[in-house]
């Protein structure tokens, strides 16, 4: 697990509360997907609007979140490599009490104008180790209105199958607007790309299957990969 941040400073400002269920989470990858979308969207919009940057280094995987702290950290190889270094080297999941504690090897700190912003990997607690106050929040979105209506001419079945297609999933037609950016894309896809996962494993008991639209193999699952 990284070297340790050192001590925080005496005047590091809470930005996200730490969370003691980091245990529990690491029992699914659904658990460790809850567990830390919340605390990793906070970090990559802070990085973000901090420095203009996302692609920051995990300092347990070793490698650069080229996609952006949110895709990474929720993601299945962040959470096997962060299971893995905990059991190498400690053996068990510590107590709430050291877990939160910023100065431990799990914390990774990274630099950002005028200080240090603070990274807790299991329980997801950040802070920022300067006196200068965070950047502030990026105004509300203002809410969609309802979306269009298809024709029925856009909800023909498919062609080329051999009998009638047993729907499954609702289609949901706002998609141009989740396109603008990529947490809007993460969460128009989150619930279709969990369902199309848990499907293709009860029929197939598999999740490494091909995406036709990138020509890969989505090896950490659908929901992983078309979020992503």
Not at 37 to 51: F, N
Not at 213 to 222: E, P
Request: charged share 20%; glycine share 10%.
């Amino acid at each position: 697990v990284g070297a340790p941040p050192g001590p925080p400073a005496s005047d590091a400002q809470l930005l996200v509360e730490h969370s003691m269920a980091y245990v529990p989470a690491f029992e699914t990858k659904g658990a460790w997907r809850s567990h830390m979308e919340g605390p990793s969207r906070r970090l990559e919009d802070y990085l973000g609007r901090a420095t203009q940057r996302w692609d920051f280094q995990c300092d347990i995987c070793g490698t650069a979140m080229t996609r952006g702290a949110s895709d990474h950290l929720p993601s299945q190889a962040h959470w096997k490599t962060l299971w893995n270094n905990m059991m190498q080297h400690y053996g068990e999941m510590p107590p709430g009490d050291v877990a939160a504690q910023m100065s431990r090897p799990w914390v990774q700190a990274f630099d950002v104008p005028g200080g240090v912003l603070l990274f807790n990997h299991l329980t997801g607690g950040q802070s920022l180790a300067s006196g200068i106050a965070a950047p502030a929040p990026p105004p509300p979105q203002a809410i969609p209105g309802p979306p269009p209506v298809p024709s029925p001419e856009d909800a023909r079945p498919f062609e080329g199958m051999d009998g009638p297609v047993r729907h499954m999933f609702g289609h949901t037609v706002g998609y141009a607007r989740n396109l603008e950016a990529k947490n809007l894309w993460r969460d128009f896809m989150l619930a279709p790309g969990k369902f199309l996962e848990d499907k293709l494993h009860e029929l197939s008991r598999s999740w490494d299957h091909d995406c036709s639209v990138c020509g890969k193999n989505m090896q950490r699952g659908a929901e992983d990969h078309l979020c992503s």
